[in-house]
Nanobody, 114 residues
C-alpha cells in the first residue's frame, strides 16, 4: 500500500499546458506500472495514460500526441505533461498503479475554459 499525493492542476485556457505530479510513499514504487486516471463530472474514472516499470507507455486515443507520462523512480514520482489542453480534458486527475492496487489520493482538478 502507498499514499498518493497529486498536484499541479489548475484553471487554464484551451491550448495551454499543465504538468501534473504524483508522489507515492510507503511502498516499492519502481516495480509497479503507474497510471494517470481522470474523472469528469458524472462520469466514471478512466485511464488516461500508463507507464511500465520498463518505461513502456500507453495513451488513450484522445490524448495521444498531446500528453506525455513519465516517471522518476528515485523520487517515487510520476508525471503527466499535458499540452494543447481542450475543454474535454476538464476533470479531476488521479494517479495509481495500473491496474489499480492502492487507495486513491485526493486528485488534482484540471479545468480548461475560455
Amino acid at each position: 500500500q502507498a499514499q498518493l499525493v497529486e498536484s499541479g492542476g489548475g484553471l487554464v485556457q484551451p491550448g495551454e499546458s499543465l504538468r501534473l505530479s504524483c508522489a507515492a510513499s510507503g511502498s516499492i514504487f519502481s516495480i509497479y506500472a503507474m497510471g494517470w486516471y481522470f474523472q469528469a463530472p458524472g462520469k466514471q474514472r478512466e485511464l488516461v495514460a500508463a507507464i511500465g516499470g520498463n518505461g513502456n507507455t500507453y495513451y488513450r486515443r484522445s490524448v495521444k500526441g498531446r500528453f506525455t507520462i513519465s516517471r522518476a523512480n528515485a523520487k517515487n514520482t510520476v508525471y503527466l505533461q499535458m499540452n494543447s489542453l481542450n475543454v474535454e480534458d476538464t476533470a479531476v486527475y488521479y494517479c495509481n498503479t495500473n491496474p489499480v492496487r492502492w487507495a486513491w489520493g485526493q486528485g488534482t482538478q484540471v479545468t480548461v475554459s475560455s
